[in-house]
Every structure is written in structure tokens, then in C-alpha cells.
């Protein structure tokens, strides 16, 4: 017959002819031409495909351009002598403020109460960083371990309270504690001791900073590393106990390892944040201990800014600020990345 109805083999029928094209499946809504020759979707796909996501990003996303990198544009004022009386509109006042070039830069590395705010600044960092970020580490780690849910959800709770007081209420906190006519102060007296007060006291208070964000902040970073610890397969625990593990060996071998990329994460953030160590939380005992141990980097530029009205030269002291923190954020991402660890994006 020469129109055989009899369907063909299936080494014939994968075997096309020439000039035969292969079909789309209705399904298949991209389509060869809107694939790359990776493999991945084009632009255009991806886009009709999360059209909605990016819509419901969108407000963020004006709120972020609005109030985070449109106002980088008045960094300008850091290469003028900034006078914002001369009009009532700050645009106008920039355009005709008097233009001085690196003045300003070099009237900073000059000056040595900069240079004792980044002292400051940088003894506050490396002491949080070694006595701070541990600490919810540790927490987590022990509120994990605890069998009862309901006993964890009051330590979870209790620890994470803190977080929510204001700098003013904290402070106040420990005034009352650690006071001159605070509770520690009239415990020695009433033993015979001279009282102390370690609110004033320069030489501690580094220590004493460090000590109330441990006190707020502690909870907030416990939350993030139980929600990690959440994610490791109670299988890995029994696979290690039947293997002769002890709870130390477990924790080094199963729960760190878990816990490693949220810590390379948030040690990159924190290196990041490294120059901004509590403006609120040191301004408010500035006061009370003399600029050269309370003086930051943050309330220099206050300082100088708000109430010497010297804002070109702020300006330039919060820029250097922000160039720093940016080589800062680079160099940790690329340890993290040498780590092999994503870090904050990826290679």
C-alpha cells in the first residue's frame, strides 16, 4: 500500500525528516525563542511571569530611592561652604553656597578630636564584636536544648523583651543599677565600702555600652539563629548519637555547621556597620563621661552639623564615613565568599 495507515516503530517515529520542524506543546507558554542557550528564561519572560511580585515591590521600592539614595545627593555640600540661610528652598541654597573644593577633607584629617572619634569608634566595634555577637550564639544554642516548649517560649520571650524598651528607658535601667545612688552602689555603702558610679566613670564605659546592647539587642539576634536552627534535620542529630557522639560533638559537627552561612551573613552586616556604633545610646551619656571617651564618629558629625552649624564640614566627616563602611562591607563579602559562603550577594 502506498499510504500505509499502520503507525510506525518508535525508532521511526523519533526519526524526522528533513525540513520536519518538531512540534510546541500548547503548554510550553515561552517557547524555544524565549529561552537563552543556558537554558534560563529571558527578560522579558521572567518579567510577565513575576509581573505581580514587582508590583507589590514597588512602594518599598519608592520609599527606599525616596529617602535613601536621593538624599545622597546632598553629600555635595561636603565640597562647599554649605549656608542653608541663604534661601528658604535647601536646593537653592546648595546651587549658591560658595564651592571650596577638598578644604573641608583636609580640615578633618587634621583635626585630632576626628581622630579620637574613630578611636572611639573603632575600640566600641571590636568590643561588640567579640562580646556582643557570641552571645546570641550561645543563647540560642542553650534555648535549643531545652526539651519543654513552653519553658522555651518564656526564655525566648523574657530575653527578647528588651528589644522592643527605648534607649532612654535602658539607660535609665541602668542608672538605677549601676548609679552612683544606684542599687549596686548602696549595697557596698550598706557593707561598709565607698560607693562608685560607673555611669560617669571614662575609663569604663566602653565596657558599659557594650553591656546595654548585649542587654537589648541580645534577644532580636537569638530569634534569627533559632529560626536557622530550625532548618537542621533532626536526622542528623540521631545519625550522630548512634554514632557515639556526646551533645558537645553534636553541637560542633551538626549545629554549627548549620548555623554558618546566617553567621557569615549577619558578621558581614555587622563589619559593615562597623562606624556606627548607637548614636541615640551615646549621645544620651555624652554628657555624662566627656566627648573624649563618649566622642563616635555619628555624634561628631551631630556635633559639628547640628549645633556648630558647620555643615560642609559634617558633611565631609559623613562621607569619609561612608566610603569606609562600603570597603568595609566589600572585604568582609569577600572573605565570606573565600569562607564559601554566599555572604551578602553572590560571586
Partial sequence: MSHSTVPRSRAEAKRKTPGEKTPVASGDVTGSEDKRP?????????????????LMT???????????????????????????????????SMLNSPWVGLENFQRIFADSAFWQAVQNTLVLFFLQLV????????????????????????????????HFFSWVLVIAVFQQLLGGAGLLSQLLRSHGYDGLDLMT????????????????????????????????????YEAAA??????????????????????ALLL???????????????????????????????????????RNQDFGYAAAAGLVKGVVSIGLVLAANKVAHLMGEQGVYKK
Fill in 38 to 54: 543556558s537554558g534560563r528564561l529571558s527578560l522579558k519572560v521572567r518579567f510577565r511571569r513575576d509581573r505581580l511580585l514587582l
Fill in 58 to 92: 514597588l512602594p518599598a521600592l519608592v520609599l527606599v530611592l525616596l529617602f535613601n539614595y536621593v538624599p545622597i545627593l546632598g553629600n555635595v555640600v561636603a565640597f562647599q561652604e554649605y549656608d542653608p540661610y541663604i534661601s528658604d528652598n535647601g536646593v537653592v
Fill in 131 to 162: 562580646l556582643f555577637f557570641p552571645i546570641p550564639i550561645l543563647l540560642a544554642l542553650l534555648i535549643n536544648s531545652v526539651v519543654r516548649p513552653r519553658v522555651r517560649a518564656i526564655a525566648q520571650a523574657v530575653l527578647y523583651l528588651p
Fill in 201 to 236: 566613670d571614662p575609663s569604663t564605659f566602653k565596657f558599659l555600652v557594650t553591656a546595654e546592647t548585649v542587654w537589648k539587642d541580645a534577644g532580636w539576634g537569638i530569634i534569627v539563629f533559632l529560626a536557622a536552627l530550625a532548618s537542621v534535620s533532626p536526622d542528623l
Fill in 242 to 263: 548512634m554514632d557515639g557522639a556526646s551533645r558537645w560533638r553534636r553541637i560542633w559537627h551538626v549545629t554549627l555547621p548549620a548555623l554558618r552561612p546566617v553567621i
Fill in 268 to 306: 558581614v552586616l555587622r563589619v559593615g556597620d562597623a562606624l556606627t556604633v548607637g548614636f541615640e545610646q551615646i549621645l544620651l551619656q555624652r554628657d555624662a563621661v566627656g566627648p573624649g571617651a563618649a566622642e563616635v564618629l555619628d555624634t561628631f558629625v551631630w556635633w559639628n552639623g547640628v
